[in-house]
């Protein structure tokens, strides 16, 4: 979207479905209002009121979803919250608990029903009960205790979207053990900058993953993966394709999936200090590492109860997808909804083979309640000419959920013309840092297009313009204001949180600085325009320009290069890459070829550039930054003279060449692209 657009504001509203009586009345939602109109006798009768109850009482509505969800400690609470102090404060000190066993206590009276659902991209099925889940989980947990795991312990995982990934988490949380992962179609050198922080002991990996009708046989970047992480004590291997793992000299104790579950066990539930780290999960710098984001056993379980219970309805015995990989933050939100005793459908392939319609197809022969998705999907199926709710059987399907960038108001609008006009529309925005929606759907809300409905509960979320005051109907930044209990607990390895503060409280001490830009419209309303920082946002996933840069630049004809993530009109998305070449290279097809395969391969295929183009020069900053952000909003059409300024740039004339290249392409095409 044109900086010219984002400073109008939002767009008039316009109504497009409201929630019927039935679901205001029988929500949980309802059910906790009333819950905490008899513990804390304050009558919460709308939406705007409960919100602002939340986030000025917010040790009580802390309190009041731990005692609504019956959060289970084996030792209590002493207080609820100890600082609001931001960064550092601290939820529910001195309880200890599990992740794990409020997943897994979902089995009792309901073990024959359907916890897990594994979908291939060829239609191979595989489904496991909630008996099945708790017996593999005991099994893989006892395993992990032979392989010498104990609590704190790093597992990590090289896994696509299968059952198996739930089952390793679940035993690695039940352990106490530390879990990350990403999917194997990211490149070994990748994975290692993740990883390699941790000092994991046990690697699981997968053979390789099916998309678009092809096998990628991943066994040779598995083992390179292995070569990068010296810590590593054992290496399970989890045959996807049904591949012979390869025997490498030198190389950690290799075990089998099976020999890990070989041995039955009940699952035993560590207990674990609240503040405990559960998963570490990561947010796409634009330099360096990968931020590696600590989030507790407390913490996500809270935020999994209040976002799954109360923003989605989310209930036991639903049936929920999100297309998304491991990589995701949006994988670890399946799980959540797990807590609440829906059954997880996870599917590992492309979301557009052998159709555009593939998902609506999930939807339909899986009796989907909930499909998520993203703006991307949604838009390539409107321009397919899709009407998904007379070509499939969407009976069973009360929510469609939408995340990864900003959806506009044309999609919406689709949505309720081809998909189904009672259908409710879940539009969010949040983040991995949180692992939580900070803005976007309420079964007490509206739908308005292109517009988020509402602040999620216990998300003190408001619009700040750049001195630091709260603006409404006016483009400012996303800011958290108060302390939430799934804010990070850390970045690893920041011991003196010093990374941590830089990242998110430079700007305004003391609050959260999300790096997106919003507008609060007077309704309540949410209009998220798209990232105010650089980090890149393609087909809903959030990625790093560093991974594109380490692949890039360490090829020899490479001198320099600069990638932009950039927000279209029409709600595409383009993502091009400049490259200043060395001396006496030549940007032919062939080098073209080149690069988009090394970034396929080091990267991921998520990564590769619509667009490779030669630039002079990559300008930056005093500091040496490259000016990525500036860069993006002139070629988003702001004026140079406002987007930076030149005489702190270490090249003037490198900016002016970026601000003609989106002029003339204007001028050529009406558009970007």
């Given amino acids: ?83 609001r102090t931001l960064p550092g404060a601290r939820w529910f000190a001195g309880a200890r608990l599990n992740f794990a066993e409020h997943v897994l206590r979902r089995a009792e009276g309901r073990g024959d029903q359907p916890a897990v659902v594994g979908v291939a991209e060829d239609g191979t099925t595989v489904e496991l009960s909630w008996d099945a889940l ?130 039955a066990a009940a ?26 984001l600590v989030h507790g056993h407390g913490g996500a379980l809270l935020m999994g109860f209040a976002q799954g219970g109360l923003q989605h309805d989310t209930r036991a015995g639903d049936r929920i997808c999100w297309y998304s990989s491991t990589t995701w933050i949006m994988w670890n939100a399946i799980v959540s909804g797990m807590l609440l005793g829906a059954t997880a459908v996870v599917y590992d392939g492309s979301p557009m083979h052998p159709s555009v319609d593939r998902l609506w197809q999930l939807a339909e022969e899986q009796r989907l309640t909930s499909l998520g998705t993203s703006p991307g999907y949604l838009l390539a199926c409107a321009k397919a000419g899709l009407h998904p709710g007379t070509e499939h059987d969407l009976a069973a399907l009360r929510a469609l959920g939408v995340t990864g960038s900003p959806l506009p108001a044309s ?35 509206p739908v308005y297009a292109g517009e988020m409905s509402g602040r999620a509960l216990g998300c003190h979320v408001e619009s700040w313009d750049a001195d630091g005051h709260p603006v409404v109907d006016e483009v400012g930044e996303l800011v958290v204001v108060s302390p939430m209990p799934s804010m990070p607990l850390r970045i690893w390895g920041d011991d003196d949180g010093s990374r941590y503060a830089d990242a998110y409280f430079d700007v305004y001490p003391g609050v959260w600085r999300h790096g997106d830009w919003m507008t609060l419209t007077a309704r309540g309303t949410v209009v998220v325009h798209g990232r105010s920082d650089s980090t890149l946002n393609r087909h809903g996933v959030r990625m790093g320009s560093a991974d594109i840069y380490q692949a890039v630049e360490s090829m020899p004809e490479v001198s320099e290069a600069l990638v932009l993530g950039v927000e279209l009109e029409d709600g595409g998305y383009w993502l091009p890459l400049f490259v200043v070449l060395s001396p006496g290279a030549h940007l032919d097809e062939a080098l073209v070829a080149r690069i988009r395969d090394t970034v396929r391969t080091q990267a991921s295929p998520r990564h590769v550039p619509d667009e490779v183009l030669q630039a002079p020069a990559i300008p930056h900053t005093a500091t040496g930054k490259k000016l990525e952000v500036p860069i993006k909003r002139i070629v988003q059409g702001t004026p140079v003279d406002r987007a930076c300024n030149l005489g702190a740039v270490d090249d003037p004339d490198a900016v002016r060449w970026f601000a003609a290249l989106a002029d003339e392409r204007r001028r050529e095409r009406g558009s970007l692209r």
């Fill in 411 to 445: 999609s919406f609008r689709w949505v309720y013309e081809a998909v189904r006009p009672d259908l409710w529309l879940q539009v969010i925005s949040g983040g991995t840092d949180f692992a939580a929606a900070l803005v976007g759907d309420a079964p007490w809300l």
């Fill in 1 to 83: 979207m044109p900086a010219s657009q984002i400073e109008n504001g939002p767009p008039p509203a316009e109504l497009l479905w409201q929630p019927d009586e039935s679901l205001r009345s029988h929500s949980h939602l309802a059910a906790f209002a009333a819950h905490v109109r008899r513990e804390h006798g304050v009558a919460l009768e709308d939406y705007d009121t409960l919100w602002q109850w939340s986030v000025e009482h917010l040790e009580d509505f802390w309190a009041a979803v731990w005692a609504f969800f019956d959060v289970q400690a084996s030792t209590p609470y002493e207080t609820v919250l100890a600082s």
């Fill in 267 to 292: 699952p035993v539930f560590e207990q674990v200090d609240v503040d405990a780290p559960l998963w570490v999960v990561y947010s796409s710098g634009t330099t360096g590492l990968p931020k590696g």
């Fill in 134 to 263: 708790r017996d593999s989980v005991g099994r893989a947990a006892a395993g992990l205790r032979r392989l010498g795991v104990r609590p704190g312990d790093r597992v990590v995982a090289y896994l696509p979207n299968v059952p198996e990934a739930i089952v390793a988490f679940l035993a690695t949380a039940s352990v106490g053990a530390v879990w990350s992962a990403c999917a194997p179609d990211i490149g070994s050198p990748s994975a290692a900058d993740r990883f390699a922080q941790l000092d994991p002991v046990v690697l699981i990996t997968a053979d390789g993953y099916s998309f678009g009708g092809k096998p990628f046989d991943r066994r040779q970047a598995a083992d390179d993966l292995v070569s990068r992480l010296p810590t590593l004590r054992h290496v399970v291997s989890v045959p996807v394709l049904d591949l012979e793992p390869h025997a490498v000299a030198g190389a950690p104790e290799r075990t089998s999936w099976a020999a890990l579950l070989d041995e």
